[in-house]
């Protein structure tokens, strides 16, 4: 039995073939679930129903081994010939009320909404969620024009259902996201086409569920930085880095003797006495 009601997820998170560089489907999912993944989507677009059928099949045990759901992207057959837990719907896809009929009660529907009238019309009509998107411009949904954090700070003003801000959302502009409003944010490309995936889940949801997204605490300890002792209120690397102006920059940070890549510096802590070797290279070449 499970503690959670599905609505309580955070972080959401849809395949993406095209990123995976040689790593399998069901490894970058998996690293997903380890790092915090509480809801999966299965989005193939380009491949046959067979296909998307059998991977949805070995989805459904990896979801149900860490107890996630597992939602089907448009196609409401494979979603019940495999037992998914719901579907998700574009504007264009089959309307919500049929796919209620189809699905039942008990199936979780997902719309995606571009603008609060949709949102609203698909929270009268029943929907379970809905997707707030393309917050940002997005290879993934390369020609969709994006709704900007205007419409999220809109949906968390007018929207009760459960809703999640989608669309080239990174652990860059993140923070923004949830500063909009948004406590759940779905990402494909910044996570399954990241090198380290069960930690870049783990760092948006640290961003998603940490007391203050932009990382400084107010409490102000004193740590080392290349040699000097300094004061500072930043609870982790990111936060640090992002004060000193590195975030963007080619750098290489160690905390405490460990090289923590840049994936990481979102839940690398500062604690009291922490010893940070920064070094910053200039240039290319
Ligand atoms: C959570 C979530 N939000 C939006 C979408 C996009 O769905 P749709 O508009 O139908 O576009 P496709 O994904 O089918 O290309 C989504 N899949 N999930
Ligand atoms: C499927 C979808 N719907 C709206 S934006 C989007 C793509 C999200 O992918 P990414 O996180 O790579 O921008
Ligand atoms: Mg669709």
């Not at 309580?8 to 560089?21: C, K, Q, S």
């Not at 296909?51 to 448009?74: G, M, S």
């Not at 494979?78 to 309307?95: E, I, K, S």
Request: aromatic content about 6%; proline content about 2%.
């Amino acid at each position: 039995m499970s503690l959670h009601s599905w609505k309580d997820f955070r972080l959401y998170v849809i395949t993406g073939e095209n990123y995976h560089t040689g790593r399998s489907l069901v490894d970058v999912m998996e690293q997903t679930l380890l790092g915090g993944a509480d809801m999966v989507q299965l989005r193939a677009k380009d491949l046959s129903k067979r296909e998307v059928l059998a991977q949805a099949y070995t989805l459904r045990k990896l979801t149900d081994r860490y107890n996630v759901p597992l939602i089907i992207n448009d196609y409401l057959d494979v979603a019940l010939a495999v037992q998914a837990d719901g579907v998700h719907l574009g504007q264009d896809d089959l309307p919500l009320k049929e796919a209620r009929r189809i699905l039942g009660p008990a199936a979780i529907i997902g719309i995606s909404t571009h603008h609060i009238d949709q949102a609203l019309d698909a929270e009268r009509d029943g929907a379970d969620y809905i997707g707030v998107g393309p917050v940002y411009p997005t290879g993934t949904k390369a020609g969709r024009k994006a709704v900007t954090t205007d419409y999220v700070r809109e949906v968390a003003k007018q929207v009760k259902i459960p809703w999640v801000a989608i669309g080239g959302i990174t652990l860059g502009n993140v923070g923004e996201v949830i500063a909009a409003g948004a406590s759940r944010v779905c990402a494909v490309s910044a996570i399954v086409g990241s090198e380290h995936v069960a930690e870049t889940c783990r760092s948006f949801r640290t961003a998603l569920t940490g007391q203050q997204g932009a990382g400084g605490s107010g409490e102000t300890r004193t740590i080392r930085i290349n040699g000097r002792n300094e004061q500072t209120n930043a609870q982790s690397v990111h936060a640090l880095m992002e004060q000193l102006g590195f975030a963007g920059k080619r750098m290489v940070v160690e905390l405490n003797g460990v090289i923590i890549a840049r994936e990481a510096w979102h839940t690398a802590l500062l604690e009291q006495g922490a010893s940070l070797e920064l070094v910053h290279f200039v240039g290319g070449g």
